[in-house]
C-alpha cells in the first residue's frame, strides 16, 4: 500500500522561488496544480521501510518491493531506475523519462544478456539505490537479485512493472503498473 502523503507544501508565487519538497507535475485536466510527493527526508525512509517490510514478507533477497508511485517518488529522492524490457518494448510500449535502459534478456529469443551485470556497472556505481522495473515485475526480480548477489548494496524490484498484471480479458494497462498509476512516460 503507497504511503500517505499529508505535507503541504508551499506556494511558488514565482518561477524564480527555490523548490522545498519534490514535486509532480500533472497534465490530467481534472488537476489544479502541483502536489508533493515528497516533503521530507522522513517520506523517503518510510517509502524504504514499507518497501523492506513487503521484500521480508515475500522472502526477497534484495533490500525492498516498491510499488510504482513509491518507486517514482525515490526516483525523484535520486534513486535510479533501470527499466529492463526489450529494446522492442522500449519503443512500442513507452518508456520511462530518466530511467537506464538495459536489456536483462535479449531481443529475439529472450536469452539471458551476458552482459547486464557489467553494462549496469558502467552505469551506475554500487552505493545509488537501484530499482528495477520491467513489464509485470518478473525480470526485474531477476534484475535485483542478480545486482544484489554482485554486490550493489540497495536494490528494489518495481512490483506490477509497466503494464501491470492481465486483468479477466488478458489485457494489460488495467490492473496495477507505472503507466495505471498515471505516471510519467512516453512512447516513440
Known sequence: MPVRRTAVAPSRPNSSAPLEGIWRFSAHPECTGREPIISTMSDVEAIKRAAAERARKMGLSYVGALLPKEAHALMQAGAKLVDVRTKPELVYVGK???SITLEWQTYPGNRPNSEFLDE???VASKDVPLMFICRSGARSDGAAQAATQAGWRE???VLEGFE????ANQHRNSVGGWRKAGLPWVQS
Not at 164 to 167: E, S
Request: aromatic fraction near 8%.
Open 96 to 98: 520511462i523519462p530518466g
Open 164 to 167: 501491470g498484471d492481465k486483468d
Open 120 to 122: 549496469l556497472g558502467a
Open 155 to 157: 536494490c528494489y524490484n
